[in-house]
């Protein structure tokens, strides 16, 4: 279970507080009235490198370093981004860049202990042919096992470390913004804030930027306490340490305009011991500007859990199939529909995921609603359900919604995380050509009529050779980039006790996917993670050879590990589980077809191979199955 599981680790996953916005500490970066440093100057330029010079003038006997430090992220590069050194004359060479990117650089130098920087120059590489980029490929090359990073001063380092339920938005000013749960591995965001920050331009590179809600809303104590003064009970006070920071979901709602929800989860019960659990909330943050990481203001209360058995609210909190309230108001995601309807969906390991249109002005309900208790009928205005595990279970282990919509395919996507977080976890999708439903899985199952198991999956627990693989994959954000490329991000989590680390499975990793959409509509997402792979067209003799192939159809807890299957020439295939079956290619859809089983490919980074390179991978469906696969030498 989700929310009890999270207590059990909490040790080493953790719901911590950081700062409003992130200062890098320890050293300062001033400027050395002694020396001035000139604006660097390209000298030369190719598709993959920037040949830079530069100059220092002043008391340059004190002297004892010079270089270039360079981002294609952050617009002031320090020296804790991309450093190169210089020499005598102030010249470097700048290589493993990529094609057609621009890049902030300054040159540097240090003296008297003490850095002294040269205004910004931005540079941009030449443009490569797809051919040429994929032959000067280099695979992202930070760190998986992060233990060694993990502390609050190495968070500059961190890149995609230390991420746990991502939100992801794609802003006016070409960066990708991320926000998160408060959860780390060893308790290293203590002090920090709430819902940590960061931001990309090429999904590959992540600037860390800190929190952005640095203490309890104002509002949320006092609400409560309004509420359970009309429930009948009394005040409480409870340590703002004590309360949960859940789950954000962010969104561009137009140019100046970004909305965050959140969820805020109550400590206590409502009662005493032998009562049920006390209360969520979600709540509202908007800007103007996602770089400005200080400028979230909160627009405070949306919505909170809503119960149909009036105020009887005195259930054992272990009574899980008797749980008090139908609705859970954690896990926001947050749709703008084509006919500019604003909707929100929440609601996790209750009776379902619910649906409720909002103000799109304000972000707030639409309509007015009442106190949250009552019967079925008095708390409709809390949401409609959409889908459900298991029609009547008030405990069911379904959480973490997500909701997108493809005009290309015409429908309304609902992304779900299944079950306990640290090993089982595991994504599935259903779809509808209606907000409200109904959302149907890819065998027909009716989830928000009827109810039931939800397919296809999306992600589960994987192994590929040569790796320890990823567990714990769920609670998805799913976004695009304007152009028709779609993509899955969540946290994967290290397997238990890997290199002798009994804490291993905290290690909580962010990755991005991409997403295909195969012939029938539906979203597989690519087994390697995201690794700004060149796109060149797939020829049929690079399918010819031998595969990694993966049946990750449901398993609970178990990591789905990988087997041998060999395309021969022939288009037979001579090893595996399809062994004397056959294959096609389309090559214009890149749809590879093995023993009758249709097959997104894709090139993506091979993150298993040493050194990490670049390679083909495959991800599709049956009614009930999922596939995935990768190539090998």
Avoid at 207 to 223: A, C, D, N, T
Avoid at 387 to 392: F, L
Avoid at 574 to 588: F, M, Q
């Amino acid at each position: 279970m989700k929310r009890l599981t999270f207590s059990l680790i909490s040790l080493l996953t953790v719901f911590t507080f950081m700062a409003c916005s992130d200062g890098l500490d320890n050293i300062e970066y001033n400027r050395n009235s002694d020396i001035v440093v000139t604006i660097p100057e390209i000298t030369a330029t190719t598709g993959t490198s920037l040949t830079v010079t530069s100059s220092v003038t002043g008391n340059v006997n004190q002297v004892v370093k010079k270089g270039f430090c360079y981002s294609a992220n952050a617009q002031n590069p320090t020296i804790k981004d991309n450093v190169v050194d210089a020499d005598e004359d102030f010249n470097a060479t700048i290589s493993g860049l990529t094609g057609n990117t621009s890049y902030y650089i300054r040159a540097y130098a240090y003296s008297n202990s003490r850095y002294t920087y040269s205004d910004v120059l931005t540079a941009t590489t030449e443009s490569l042919s797809l051919d040429e980029q994929l032959k000067n490929y280099v695979a992202p090359a930070y760190v998986d096992n992060y233990v060694d990073i993990a502390s609050w001063d190495q968070r500059h380092e961190w890149n995609l470390a230390n991420v746990h339920d991502p939100t992801v938005m794609l802003a006016e000013d070409g960066y990708y913004y991320m926000y998160q749960t408060d959860a780390s591995y060893g308790n290293a965001h203590t002090a920090g804030g709430h819902f940590h920050g960061r931001r990309s331009k090429d999904l590959v590179n992540w600037e860390y930027l800190g929190g952005v809600m640095p203490s309890l809303p104002g509002w949320v104590i006092p609400k409560l306490n309004e509420i359970r003064s009309e429930m009948g009970l009394s005040e409480v006070s409870p340590e703002t340490a004590d309360f949960g920071y859940w789950a954000p979901c962010a969104r561009k709602v137009r140019n100046g305009l970004y909305r965050m929800y959140y969820s805020i989860v109550c400590p206590g019960y409502l009662d005493g011991a032998n009562s049920w659990g006390e209360r969520a909330f979600i709540g509202l943050l908007e800007n103007s500007n996602p770089a400005d990481n200080n400028g979230w203001e909160d627009k405070g209360y949306v919505i909170t859990n809503a119960s149909d058995k009036g105020l009887n609210f005195h259930i054992r909190p272990d009574n899980w199939a008797n749980c008090y309230y139908k609705w859970n108001a954690i896990d926001p995601s947050y749709l703008i529909d084509n006919d500019g309807k604003h909707y929100l969906i929440y609601g996790s390991w209750h009776s379902g995921i619910a649906a409720l249109e909002v103000n799109a002005e304000t972000g707030k309900p639409l309509n007015t609603l009442p106190v949250p208790w009552g019967t079925g009928e008095e708390i409709a205005a809390y949401g409609s359900l959409i889908a459900t595990r298991e029609m009547g279970n008030r405990w069911q282990a379904s959480e973490g919604p997500e909701v997108i919509y493809n005009a290309a395919t015409g429908y309304y996507y609902l992304f779900m995380a299944y079950d306990a977080l640290e090993v089982p976890y595991n994504t599935r999708v259903c779809r509808s050509q209606n907000i409200y439903g109904p959302y149907l899985g890819i065998d027909g199952t009716n989830l928000t009529e009827t109810g039931g198991e939800m397919l296809p999956i999306v992600t589960h627990p994987y192994k590929f050779n040569n790796s320890h693989g990823w567990v714990g994959i769920a609670h998805c954000a799913v976004f695009d980039d304007g152009n028709g490329n779609w993509y899955y991000a969540s946290q994967g989590r290290f397997p238990e006790n890997v290199g002798g680390n009994t804490y291993s499975n905290a290690l909580m990793m962010g990755q991005v996917r991409s997403i295909r959409w195969n012939s029938q509509g539906w979203p597989v997402v690519m087994p390697e993670r995201y690794g700004a792979v060149p796109q060149i067209a797939i020829m049929e003799d690079e399918l010819i050879g031998n595969w990694e192939h993966i049946d990750l159809s449901y398993s609970y807890g178990k990591q789905k590990e990988s087997s041998n299957m060999t395309l021969a020439a022939d288009h037979t295939i001579t090893d595996g589980t399809w062994k004397g079956g056959t294959w096609s290619y389309d090559a214009e859809k890149q749809i590879l077809t093995a023993n009758g089983v249709e097959l997104c490919l894709q090139r993506e980074a091979d993150w298993e191979a040493n050194p990490r390179t670049h390679t083909i991978v495959y991800a599709g469906y049956t009614n009930s199955k999922t596939y995935w696969g990768k190539k090998t030498k």
